[in-house]
């Protein structure tokens, strides 16, 4: 049993935590699939971690409801494992893949019949975030959603024990199963605690920086390119790799020359992600995405129908799970921002664009942040979203009994977005992007000495 259970339960963490295994590069693993279903992702996945593929084990029909595949093929499988010698192709094979999302009774029938550590799609993604949680915020959520994961999974393993279901195991087995689920109770009592803490603190410290900054949220399916641009229009050094899952906690900087204009990176969303292990990242999300403006990002140089695909997950994500309250409000300050176009071509790109506006998108901004492409439009785009139109007023001296032209300068520095300003004269001519409401407010407060040219 505790054999078993460590092996069940020992990659994505969780249970007997401290010992289980966090790094992964260089193992091998099968990958056990239904039917001919594209496992390109979720190989992706796996590479990012160093975990390579030895073979893919492929048969057709439905999913079993305890093994997920036929139990004749497991058995195949595990009596080759049993049989191999040191020049078979599954010679340092440690780990199977099953091509889903499991239920725990799939996991543990699998674990049964082979003798393997085995991981479902949900178990992959939490692994790959263990490995890539390196900030105190992150691996709080990480183990959370691992706990719950494990806590599925062990409460499984004590039904089966219970119903007699599962042989073998005596008294001591149950006694040792559950004592590991209260404890594992225990400590996510402990860590939701935690959490609600630090996320209470990250409200409060949001409410208060948005009474002195407009935000924009940078969001987007895994590996769109957000790190990058974040990088690009705030000049803060932020992880940027070719893996999926780089960033799994959300940093705030500001927009180069632009201090009032805060930007927020952010986890990127995956298709099949269940909601338990999501809601650990809520708060996460949330960061970026209670903002003044999202960027909703999208790899143009990604065959059109994962653009589809990806583009689908991201909205979903936004309109189900993160955004539920003020969902309507938020979709209209969405701004879709195709990256990555120095990578593909112009056809490429066209399709691209008739195909997000097929989502309602109908004027995506294309970018580079390798480049620049886009970069400038992006930015201006950005502005008259927060601001309002860019235009160029002519400040002109008041009289003597009237406040200098010092103060009315620095009135627009308070209200509107001030790109720049300079001396003619007795005047001030100032570049800025306002609405109309401001300008209005402004011209009923100083009247003619704002002049619109
Ligand atoms: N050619 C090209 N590659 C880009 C561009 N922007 C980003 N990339 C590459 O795309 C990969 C992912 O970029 P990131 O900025 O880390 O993407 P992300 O959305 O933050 O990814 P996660 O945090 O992992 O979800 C990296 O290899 C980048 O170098 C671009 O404008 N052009
Ligand atoms: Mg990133």
Redesign the pocket.
């Known amino acids: 049993m505790a054999d078993s259970k460590a092996d069940l339960l020992a990659g994505a963490g969780g249970l007997i935590t401290e010992e289980s295994q966090t790094r992964h590069d260089g193992r091998k693993a099968l990958l056990l699939v239904r039917n001919n279903e594209d496992c390109t992702e979720f190989i992706a996945l796996a590479e990012t971690m160093g975990i390579s593929i030895v073979e893919r084990v492929e048969q057709r029909g439905r999913d079993d409801p305890k093994w997920f595949m036929g139990q004749g093929k497991l058995q195949d499988i595990a009596e080759e494992l049993a049989s191999r010698s040191a020049k078979h192709p599954w010679e340092n094979v440690d780990l199977l893949l099953l091509h889903t999302n499991a239920t725990p009774r799939q996991l543990v029938g699998v674990n049964d019949a082979v003798g393997l550590e085995v991981w479902d799609r949900v178990r992959l993604l939490l692994s790959l975030f263990t490995v890539h949680a390196s900030s105190v915020e992150a691996r709080t959520q990480v183990r959370i959603a691992r706990l719950q994961s494990d806590r599925t999974v062990l409460r499984e393993v004590v039904k089966q024990q219970t119903t007699g279901e599962r042989a073998g195991f005596g008294g001591a087995g149950q006694t040792a199963a559950g004592s590991v689920l209260t404890n594992v109770n225990a400590e996510l009592a402990a860590l939701r605690k935690k959490q609600r803490r630090q996320n209470k603190s990250a409200s409060e410290r949001r409410r208060q920086r948005k009474k002195q900054a407009v935000t924009v949220g940078l969001a987007?399916y895994?590996?769109?390119?957000?790190?990058?641009l974040f990088r690009n229009l705030s000049g803060k050094e932020v992880l940027?790799?070719?893996?999926?899952?780089?960033?799994l906690e959300s940093t705030i900087g500001r927009l180069e020359a632009s201090p009032r204009v805060l930007l927020a990176d952010t986890i990127?969303f995956i298709d099949g992600l269940p909601n338990a292990a999501l809601d650990a990242f809520r708060a996460t999300l949330a960061e970026a995405i209670e903002c003044d403006l999202l960027l909703l990002?999208v790899d143009v140089g990604d065959p059109i129908k994962e653009i589809d695909r990806k583009l689908q997950t991201s909205l979903r994500e936004l309109s189900e799970r993160v955004l539920d309250s003020n969902h309507s409000s938020v979709m209209e300050r969405i701004q879709l921002v195709l990256?990555?176009a120095?990578?593909t071509s112009q056809a490429s790109i066209d399709s691209a664009i008739e195909m997000v506006a097929t989502h309602g998108f109908i004027n995506p901004i294309v970018i580079?942040?390798?480049t620049g492409i886009g970069i400038e439009e992006l930015r201006a785009t950005m502005l008259h979203a927060l601001f309002g139109p860019q235009r160029t007023v002519m400040l002109h001296p008041g009289g003597q009994d009237e406040p200098a032209i010092e103060s009315l300068l620095s009135r627009f520095f308070d209200s509107v977005y001030v790109h720049d300003h300079r001396r003619e004269g007795d005047f001030i001519e100032v570049r800025i992007s306002a609405s109309d409401e401001t300008l209005a407010i402004l011209q009923s407060t100083y009247g003619e000495r704002i002049e619109l040219k």
């Open positions: 987007g895994t590996n769109a390119g957000k790190s990058s940027v790799e070719n893996r999926l899952f780089s960033t990127g990002l990256t990555k120095d990578s580079s942040s390798h």
